[in-house]
C-alpha cells in the first residue's frame, strides 16, 4: 500500500501543485485585453486580424478556464460563455458595427466578472446559483439539453438569415424570417409554454413582444447594425431563459434532432484555425524569425489542435493519424530549426492541412451506433496488446519457475494500482485542473522513458538467468527459483508501467467516444465494443500464456528478453517525441530519413542518438553475457 501511495504522490502533486497555483483572475483580464486588442484591430479596418485575435483569446485563454467554470459553476454557463465567443468572431467575419462587437463583447467580459469569485473559492455559493448556476455537489452539470439546443440554434439561424436578407435589401424576407423563428420554432417547439410553466409568463411575453416590436420596426431601420442589435438581446433573452429551465423541462420540447444526434462533431473550424496559423509561420520564417515561427506552429498544435478536442478524437478513431498529425507538426518545427528551405516547411504545413482535413472528414461520420463500436473495440485492443505481452511474460515467469504464490503481490496488486491511477490521472489531468497539454505531454514521456529504464534492467536480469546453472537443475526438477525483494520489485514496476502508460490515455479515448454518444444506443455500442475487446484481450492472454508456459526454459527466457529490449527501444522513441511535442525539447531533423512507428524510429536526432546508445548498450551486455555462459 505504501508503494502505491509513493507512486500517486511522484506521479500526481506536480500536477496538483501546478493547478493550486493557477491564477484564474490573471487569464479572465488576459482575455479581455485580448478583446480590447481585437477591438482597436477592428476600428482600425483589419477585420482579419482582429478575428485571429478573439480567437486566440479562446483557443489559448478561455479554454483554461471551461474546465473549471463547468466544475465549479455549470456547464451550462460554460456552453453560453463559449457561444459569445463563437458569436463575436462571426460578428468580425460579417463585417457588423463596431457597436455591435463591443457590446457583445461587454457581455462575455461581465460573464468573467460573475464566475471569477467562484472559481477563485473553488465552490458554487449555493444560495447565490440560479437553475443555471446549478450547485455541483447537487451532481447536476449536465450541458443545455439536446432539444433546446437545437430550437435555440434554429431560432439564430433564422435570425442570422434576417439580417442577411435585410442587408440585401429584402425587408419583407426578414420580416417573414423572424416570424418563422417566433411561431416555427419558439411557439411550436414549445419554448413558449416550458418559459410560462417553469418561469413566469412575463419572461415568455417580454420574449414574444420584442420579436413583435422587431417585426414592426424593420421597415423603419436604416442599416443592419441596427436589426442585429435588437436581434441579439433577444437571442440572449432565450438562452437565459433556456439556462434558467429545470432538466425535466426538455420533455416539452417538440424538435426533429435525430440528424443531430447522429452527425459527429464538426472541427471544420480547428482546420481554418491551424490554416491561420500556418500562413503566420511561414511568414514569420521568410521574415527570419525562426524562433517566432517554431513557437507559432507549437501553439498550434496546442492551442488549436489540442484545445478543442480533436486530438484525442482523433486518436479515440484512428491512433495512426492522430500520430501522423503530431509527427507533421514537430516536422515543421524541426525543419524551421535546421533553416531548410521555406519550400520545404510550405510542403511540410500543406501535408499537415491534408492531414487534419482527414481528421475533419472522418470525425464528422463518426457518430453513428455502428462506428462508435467498432471504434470502443479497436481502443481496447490497440491500447492493450502491448502492456498484455508484458505481463504474460511475467506471469509465465513466474509460473515457470515455480511461484505462482507471487502472482498477487506482484502482477494482480501492480495491475489494479495502475488501472486506479489511470482513471485518478485522467480525472485530475482533464477535470480538476485542466492542466495544459504540455504538462500531459510531458507526464506521458516521462513515464515511457522510466519504463524504458526498468525495462532494460528486467531484459538483462531475465537474459543473464537464460544460462544460469540454477535453471539446468530447475528443468531437472530439483529446485525452484525464489523471487528476491529486488526483482520482485522490478517486476512489480515492469507490470505497473506497461498498463498505466496506456490506461490514462484510453481512459481519455473513452472519454471522447462518450462526447460521440448522443443517445442510449450510442452509450450501448461503446459499452459493447469495450466489452467485446475486453473479451479477445482474455483469450489472447490465455494462448500468450499457454504457449510462453511451453517454451523451454532457455528459450523462454532469451525470446522475452529480446520482445522487452524491442519494446525498450520503442519506448525510447516515442517519449523522446512526448518531451518534443510538450515542447520540453525542440527536434532537430534529418531529412530523409522516414518515420517507422512500429519501431519508434522518428527522423529526429535527438530521439535518434538515445535510441543508438540504447542499442549498443544492449549488443555489448549481451555479448559479455554469452562470453561469460561460455566460460562457465
Given at each position: 500500500?505504501?508503494?502505491?501511495?509513493?507512486?500517486?504522490?511522484?506521479?500526481?502533486?506536480?500536477?496538483?501543485?501546478?493547478?493550486?497555483?493557477?491564477?484564474?483572475?490573471?487569464?479572465?483580464?488576459?482575455?479581455?485585453?485580448?478583446?480590447?486588442?481585437?477591438?482597436?484591430?477592428?476600428?482600425?479596418?483589419?477585420?482579419?486580424?482582429?478575428?485571429?485575435?478573439?480567437?486566440?483569446?479562446?483557443?489559448?485563454?478561455?479554454?483554461?478556464?471551461?474546465?473549471?467554470?463547468?466544475?465549479?459553476?455549470?456547464?451550462?454557463?460554460?456552453?453560453?460563455?463559449?457561444?459569445?465567443?463563437?458569436?463575436?468572431?462571426?460578428?468580425?467575419?460579417?463585417?457588423?458595427?463596431?457597436?455591435?462587437?463591443?457590446?457583445?463583447?461587454?457581455?462575455?467580459?461581465?460573464?468573467?466578472?460573475?464566475?471569477?469569485?467562484?472559481?477563485?473559492?473553488?465552490?458554487?455559493?449555493?444560495?447565490?446559483?440560479?437553475?443555471?448556476?446549478?450547485?455541483?455537489?447537487?451532481?447536476?452539470?449536465?450541458?443545455?439539453?439536446?432539444?433546446?439546443?437545437?430550437?435555440?440554434?434554429?431560432?439564430?439561424?433564422?435570425?442570422?438569415?434576417?439580417?442577411?436578407?435585410?442587408?440585401?435589401?429584402?425587408?419583407?424576407?426578414?420580416?417573414?424570417?423572424?416570424?418563422?423563428?417566433?411561431?416555427?420554432?419558439?411557439?411550436?417547439?414549445?419554448?413558449?409554454?416550458?418559459?410560462?410553466?417553469?418561469?413566469?409568463?412575463?419572461?415568455?411575453?417580454?420574449?414574444?413582444?420584442?420579436?413583435?416590436?422587431?417585426?414592426?420596426?424593420?421597415?423603419?431601420?436604416?442599416?443592419?447594425?441596427?436589426?442585429?442589435?435588437?436581434?441579439?438581446?433577444?437571442?440572449?433573452?432565450?438562452?437565459?431563459?433556456?439556462?434558467?429551465?429545470?432538466?425535466?423541462?426538455?420533455?416539452?420540447?417538440?424538435?426533429?434532432?435525430?440528424?443531430?444526434?447522429?452527425?459527429?462533431?464538426?472541427?471544420?473550424?480547428?482546420?481554418?484555425?491551424?490554416?491561420?496559423?500556418?500562413?503566420?509561420?511561414?511568414?514569420?520564417?521568410?521574415?527570419?524569425?525562426?524562433?517566432?515561427?517554431?513557437?507559432?506552429?507549437?501553439?498550434?498544435?496546442?492551442?488549436?489542435?489540442?484545445?478543442?478536442?480533436?486530438?484525442?478524437?482523433?486518436?479515440?478513431?484512428?491512433?495512426?493519424?492522430?500520430?501522423?498529425?503530431?509527427?507533421?507538426?514537430?516536422?515543421?518545427?524541426?525543419?524551421?530549426?535546421?533553416?531548410?528551405?521555406?519550400?520545404?516547411?510550405?510542403?511540410?504545413?500543406?501535408?499537415?492541412?491534408?492531414?487534419?482535413?482527414?481528421?475533419?472528414?472522418?470525425?464528422?461520420?463518426?457518430?453513428?451506433?455502428?462506428?462508435?463500436?467498432?471504434?470502443?473495440?479497436?481502443?481496447?485492443?490497440?491500447?492493450?496488446?502491448?502492456?498484455?505481452?508484458?505481463?504474460?511474460?511475467?506471469?509465465?515467469?513466474?509460473?515457470?519457475?515455480?511461484?505462482?504464490?507471487?502472482?498477487?503481490?506482484?502482477?494482480?496488486?501492480?495491475?489494479?494500482?495502475?488501472?486506479?491511477?489511470?482513471?485518478?490521472?485522467?480525472?485530475?489531468?482533464?477535470?480538476?485542473?485542466?492542466?495544459?497539454?504540455?504538462?500531459?505531454?510531458?507526464?506521458?514521456?516521462?513515464?515511457?522513458?522510466?519504463?524504458?529504464?526498468?525495462?532494460?534492467?528486467?531484459?538483462?536480469?531475465?537474459?543473464?538467468?537464460?544460462?544460469?546453472?540454477?535453471?539446468?537443475?530447475?528443468?531437472?526438477?530439483?529446485?525452484?527459483?525464489?523471487?528476491?525483494?529486488?526483482?520482485?520489485?522490478?517486476?512489480?514496476?515492469?507490470?505497473?508501467?506497461?498498463?498505466?502508460?496506456e490506461g490514462a490515455e484510453t481512459v481519455l479515448f473513452y472519454q471522447a467516444l462518450l462526447f460521440d454518444a448522443k443517445n442510449t444506443l450510442g452509450y450501448g455500442a461503446i459499452a459493447a465494443g469495450?466489452?467485446?475487446?475486453?473479451?479477445?484481450?482474455?483469450?489472447?492472454?490465455?494462448?500468450?500464456?499457454?504457449?510462453?508456459?511451453?517454451?523451454?526454459?532457455?528459450?523462454?527466457?532469451?525470446?522475452?528478453?529480446?520482445?522487452?529490449?524491442?519494446?525498450?527501444?520503442?519506448?525510447?522513441?516515442?517519449?523522446?517525441?512526448?518531451?518534443?511535442?510538450?515542447?520540453?525539447?525542440?527536434?532537430?531533423?534529418?531529412?530523409?530519413?522516414?518515420?517507422?512507428?512500429?519501431?519508434?524510429?522518428?527522423?529526429?536526432?535527438?530521439?535518434?542518438?538515445?535510441?543508438?546508445?540504447?542499442?549498443?548498450?544492449?549488443?555489448?551486455?549481451?555479448?559479455?553475457?554469452?562470453?561469460?555462459?561460455?566460460?562457465?
Open positions: 500500500m505504501k508503494k502505491i501511495v509513493k507512486i500517486l504522490l511522484i506521479l500526481v502533486i506536480p500536477f496538483v501543485l501546478n493547478a493550486r497555483t493557477y491564477d484564474y483572475e490573471d487569464l479572465t483580464n488576459r482575455v479581455k485585453e485580448r478583446f480590447a486588442n481585437s477591438l482597436e484591430l477592428y476600428k482600425e479596418g483589419k477585420a482579419e486580424e482582429a478575428r485571429e485575435v478573439a480567437q486566440s483569446a479562446y483557443f489559448e485563454l478561455f479554454e483554461n478556464l471551461e474546465g473549471p467554470i463547468r466544475i465549479n459553476v455549470s456547464s451550462k454557463k460554460s456552453w453560453t460563455m463559449e457561444r459569445k465567443f463563437t458569436k463575436i468572431r462571426n460578428l468580425i467575419k460579417d463585417n457588423a458595427s463596431v457597436e455591435e462587437v463591443s457590446a457583445t463583447i461587454d457581455s462575455l467580459n461581465a460573464d468573467m466578472d460573475e464566475v471569477l469569485p467562484k472559481l477563485k473559492s473553488g465552490v458554487v455559493i449555493t444560495a447565490e446559483a440560479s437553475q443555471a448556476d446549478v450547485d455541483i455537489a447537487s451532481g447536476d452539470e449536465n450541458e443545455l439539453d439536446i432539444k433546446w439546443q437545437t430550437l435555440y440554434n434554429n431560432i439564430a439561424d433564422k435570425l442570422q438569415a434576417s439580417v442577411d436578407a435585410f442587408k440585401s435589401g429584402d425587408k419583407e424576407k426578414a420580416k417573414e424570417l423572424i416570424r418563422a423563428a417566433q411561431f416555427e420554432d419558439y411557439r411550436n417547439g414549445m419554448v413558449e409554454v416550458a418559459i410560462r410553466k417553469h418561469i413566469s409568463q412575463s419572461k415568455d411575453g417580454q420574449i414574444q413582444n420584442n420579436m413583435r416590436r422587431v417585426i414592426i420596426a424593420v421597415d423603419s431601420m436604416q442599416s443592419e447594425s441596427e436589426l442585429r442589435a435588437e436581434l441579439a438581446k433577444i437571442e440572449d433573452d432565450i438562452l437565459s431563459a433556456l439556462n434558467d429551465l429545470p432538466k425535466e423541462a426538455a420533455a416539452l420540447a417538440v424538435v426533429e434532432v435525430e440528424s443531430v444526434e447522429e452527425q459527429g462533431q464538426d472541427f471544420g473550424f480547428v482546420l481554418e484555425g491551424i490554416r491561420a496559423e500556418g500562413i503566420k509561420t511561414l511568414e514569420l520564417y521568410k521574415s527570419g524569425d525562426s524562433k517566432k515561427a517554431i513557437s507559432t506552429i507549437q501553439n498550434a498544435y496546442f492551442d488549436i489542435f489540442e484545445a478543442s478536442g480533436m486530438e484525442v478524437r482523433v486518436g479515440a478513431v484512428d491512433n495512426g493519424l492522430k500520430t501522423a498529425i503530431e509527427g507533421t507538426f514537430s516536422e515543421i518545427a524541426a525543419l524551421i530549426k535546421s533553416g531548410a528551405d521555406a519550400d520545404k516547411v510550405e510542403q511540410a504545413l500543406e501535408k499537415l492541412y491534408n492531414e487534419v482535413e482527414s481528421g475533419v472528414t472522418m470525425l464528422s461520420d463518426s457518430g453513428t451506433p455502428w462506428s462508435l463500436f467498432i471504434y470502443a473495440l479497436i481502443i481496447i485492443l490497440r491500447e492493450g496488446a502491448e502492456a498484455l505481452i508484458i505481463i504474460a511474460a511475467v506471469i509465465a515467469y513466474l509460473v515457470k519457475s515455480g511461484n505462482e504464490k507471487r502472482l498477487g503481490s506482484v502482477v494482480h496488486s501492480s495491475f489494479w494500482s495502475a488501472i486506479g491511477l489511470s482513471f485518478a490521472t485522467a480525472f485530475v489531468m482533464n477535470y480538476l485542473f485542466n492542466a495544459s497539454g504540455e504538462s500531459r505531454e510531458m507526464l506521458e514521456g516521462v513515464t515511457m522513458l522510466v519504463a524504458v529504464g526498468l525495462l532494460f534492467y528486467v531484459g538483462f536480469w531475465l537474459l543473464s538467468n537464460a544460462h544460469a546453472k540454477k535453471w539446468s537443475q530447475y528443468i531437472a526438477g530439483k529446485v525452484k527459483e525464489s523471487l528476491s525483494s529486488g526483482s520482485a520489485k522490478a517486476l512489480w514496476f515492469t507490470v505497473f508501467l506497461a498498463v498505466y502508460r469495450f466489452a467485446v475487446g475486453a473479451v479477445l484481450l482474455v483469450i489472447l492472454f490465455f494462448f500468450l500464456r499457454a504457449g510462453a508456459v511451453r517454451i523451454p526454459i532457455k528459450q523462454f527466457f532469451v525470446i522475452t528478453s529480446a520482445i522487452i529490449f524491442y519494446m525498450s527501444v520503442v519506448f525510447t522513441g516515442k517519449g523522446i517525441m512526448e518531451l518534443v511535442e510538450g515542447k520540453i525539447i525542440e527536434p532537430t531533423i534529418i531529412e530523409g530519413l522516414p518515420t517507422i512507428t512500429w519501431l519508434g524510429v522518428y527522423p529526429y536526432l535527438e530521439s535518434l542518438l538515445p535510441q543508438l546508445a540504447l542499442l549498443l548498450a544492449i549488443a555489448f551486455g549481451s555479448i559479455i553475457l554469452i562470453k561469460r555462459a561460455k566460460k562457465v
